[in-house]
């Protein structure tokens, strides 16, 4: 595949992978929650998200903190929080402020769907590294807009049909360098 980054999804990964990345020279953002409290399915996490967060926040981080693989920690991913305004903020800065009781020296982020609301309701700005979730189309206009902000594709297709040229004008750059 060629990549050299990984971005763990929406829950804590066995140790083993975390001890094979930092054996193969991975970089990781290492994430947690698919759900806060606004449910995705049923029987999600939601129901036992307010019991449990801090306590897990906790386990995973202290768990998985002195790997030097893990270079950021991802605290949701296209939770609908983030599109909820004032209370999806709220949620949001109270799980960094737990996130930073058990490590302040890697960034904070989430993989985001919903830029446009995330972004009208401070929640983007809380970010230390915004993910854009299939949004590639929106990187260039948001960095001129936002050029404070540092954005990352968090969650992209490899070989999508519908971006097909740009995969191939990549191999045929890639094998011109050869």
């Given at each position: 595949m060629g990549s050299n980054a990984l971005r763990l999804s929406h829950n804590p990964m066995a140790p083993?992978?975390?001890?094979?990345?930092?054996?193969?020279?991975?970089?990781?953002?290492?994430?947690?929650?698919?759900?806060?409290?606004?449910?995705?399915?049923?029987?999600?996490?939601?129901?036992?998200?307010?019991?449990?967060?801090?306590?897990?926040?906790?386990?995973?981080?202290?768990r998985d903190r002195n790997h030097p693989s893990v270079v950021?920690?991802?605290?949701?991913?296209?939770?609908?929080?983030?599109?909820?305004?004032?209370?999806?903020?709220?949620?949001?800065?109270?799980?960094?402020d737990i996130a930073s009781?058990?490590?302040?020296?890697?960034?904070?982020?989430?993989?985001?769907?919903h830029v446009d609301a995330a972004t009208e309701s401070g929640f983007a700005q809380l970010l230390d590294l915004v993910g854009y979730n299939y949004r590639k189309y929106r990187y260039r206009e948001d960095h001129e807009q936002h050029p404070e902000r540092v954005i990352y594709g968090a969650e992209t297709l490899i070989y999508p049909l519908h971006d097909y040229d740009s995969w191939l004008t990549g191999i045929i750059r890639y094998r011109g360098k050869r």
């Open positions: 083993e992978l975390l001890k094979y990345a930092d054996q193969m020279g991975f970089i990781v953002i290492n994430e947690i929650f698919d759900e806060w409290l606004e449910p995705k399915r049923p029987h999600g996490y939601s129901s036992h998200f307010m019991e449990w967060r801090e306590q897990d926040i906790a386990d995973w981080m202290r950021a920690w991802s605290l949701g991913n296209e939770v609908p929080e983030q599109r909820m305004g004032e209370s999806g903020v709220e949620i949001f800065s109270d799980l960094i009781r058990h490590d302040t020296t890697r960034p904070f982020t989430a993989g985001l769907d």
